[in-house]
C-alpha cells in the first residue's frame, strides 16, 4: 500500500487549473513542490495539435529535478493528462515525495479531469515519438498497461520507500537472485576472473549472470558497456598506489538514455533496473565481498579512469601547522637563559 505524502494544492495552482479549463487556450501547466505545497511553474499556450506541441515538454524539463505536467489533451471536454517526469539522479527523497504526491494532485483538483498518466525518467519520454510508444505499450499490455506497471513501480520502488514504522524502509525492488551470479561474484572476490556483468530478466523477474570475462586493461571495461540495454557491472580493478599493487572491487550501474550515441532503454525496464540498484550491490556482500567504489553512467565514454582514481584514493589535505602561542611569564616549563 502507498503512503500520501499530504503536499496539498496551492492556491495559485488552483486558481492556473482553473483558467486552463475555462480559456481552452493553455496547453499546458508544469507543477513542482516547493515549500511543501504544489505550485505552478510555467504554462504554455496550445500551438498545434496534441502531438505536435509535445515537442515543448523536454525543452521545460531539468535532469535531475522531478515535476509533473498537466497536458490538456485535444477533446471536446476539458481532459488532461499527467506527465510524471522523476529523473534517474534526481534524490531519492524527491523520488519518494512525487511518488507518493501524485494522486494528491489529481484529487485535490479533480480525478474525473485526468484521463492518462504518463511515466518517464529522461525528457524523450515525453515527445512526440515517446508518445507513441506510450501508446502502443498499453495496447499490447492490455488488461494491466505499461503506465499501470510503471505506476505501480513507482510507488513500491524508486530507491527508499517507507512502508510504516519508525525505520520501516525497504530499499527498492527485491528479486531473486539466481545462484550463478552469487557464483560469479564469489570467483570474482577469490580472484580467479575480474569482470562480472549482471542483469534483470524483466519477464521472470529474477537478477542473474549475464557473463563474465577476464579483462586485460581498464578500457576494455567501457566495451563491456551496452548502448540498448541498462546493466550492472563488477570489475576487480587492479591498479597502482603509492608503490603497492591494490585491487579495489568497482560497481557500476549503466544505463543509456539516448545520450553520446545510446539507445534509451524502454521505460519499465530502466524502473526496473533503478530500483534494484541497491539490492544488486548488497549480492557482492553476501558473497563475501565489498564495494570500493560505486559509478552510475549512460554511455562507454562516461568510465574514466583517472576519475575513478581520484574516487579510490582522494587527496589527503595538506595538514597546516597551527601556530603556538607563547607561554606568559611565569606559565609552562622552564626555560635556559643565557646569562650575559
Excluded: W
Excluded at 10 to 27: C, E, H, P, Q, V
Aim: with cysteine.
Amino acid at each position: 500500500m502507498s503512503h500520501s505524502s499530504g503536499i496539498p494544492v496551492g492556491s495559485g495552482l488552483k486558481d492556473a487549473f482553473g483558467k486552463a479549463l475555462t480559456s481552452n487556450d493553455i496547453r499546458l501547466i508544469k507543477v513542482q513542490i516547493e515549500n511543501e505545497q504544489l505550485v505552478d511553474i510555467t504554462s504554455e499556450r496550445i500551438h498545434g495539435s496534441f502531438e505536435d506541441d509535445l515537442s515543448k515538454v523536454p525543452d521545460l524539463l531539468d535532469k535531475d529535478k522531478p515535476c509533473y505536467i498537466m497536458y490538456r489533451m485535444d477533446s471536446s471536454d476539458p481532459q488532461f493528462a499527467l506527465l510524471c517526469y522523476v529523473p534517474d539522479k534526481s534524490k531519492v527523497k524527491d523520488k519518494m515525495l512525487y511518488a507518493s504526491t501524485r494522486a494528491n494532485l489529481k484529487q485535490q483538483l479533480g480525478m474525473n479531469f485526468f484521463a492518462d498518466d504518463i511515466f518517464g525518467t529522461v525528457p524523450g519520454d515525453f515527445s512526440k515519438e515517446g508518445y507513441k510508444l506510450h501508446v502502443e505499450c498499453k495496447k499490447m499490455d492490455a488488461p494491466l498497461t505499461a503506465s499501470e506497471q510503471i505506476k505501480q513501480l513507482e510507488l513500491e520502488s524508486g530507491g527508499d520507500i517507507y512502508r510504516g514504522g519508525a525505520s520501516s524502509y525497504v530499499h527498492g525492488v527485491a528479486f531473486p537472485v539466481e545462484s550463478s551470479a552469487i557464483d560469479a561474484l564469489k570467483k570474482l572476490i577469490s580472484g580467479s576472473l575480474n569482470y562480472v556483468q549482471i542483469e534483470i530478466d524483466c519477464d521472470a523477474e529474477k537478477i542473474k549472470c549475464d557473463h563474465t570475462n577476464n579483462l586485460k586493461s581498464f578500457d576494455d571495461l567501457k566495451k563491456e558497456v551496452r548502448m540498448d540495454m541498462p546493466r550492472f557491472h563488477f570489475y576487480a580493478y587492479k591498479h597502482n598506489h603509492e608503490g603497492s599493487s591494490v585491487t579495489s572491487f568497482v560497481y557500476v550501474y549503466s544505463c543509456p538514455d539516448g545520450s553520446k550515441g545510446t539507445k534509451s532503454a524502454p521505460v519499465r525496464m530502466r524502473m526496473l533496473y533503478s530500483s534494484s540498484k541497491a539490492n544488486v550491490a548488497d549480492i557482492i556482500k553476501s558473497a563475501g565481498g565489498n564495494i570500493d567504489a560505486r559509478l552510475e553512467i549512460n554511455a562507454p565514454e562516461d568510465l574514466v579512469e583517472q576519475e575513478l582514481l581520484t574516487s579510490l584514493h582522494p587527496q589527503q589535505a595538506e595538514q597546516t601547522k597551527s601556530f603556538a602561542k607563547p607561554s606568559r611569564p611565569g606559565k609552562g616549563n622552564a626555560r635556559l637563559v643565557k646569562k650575559t
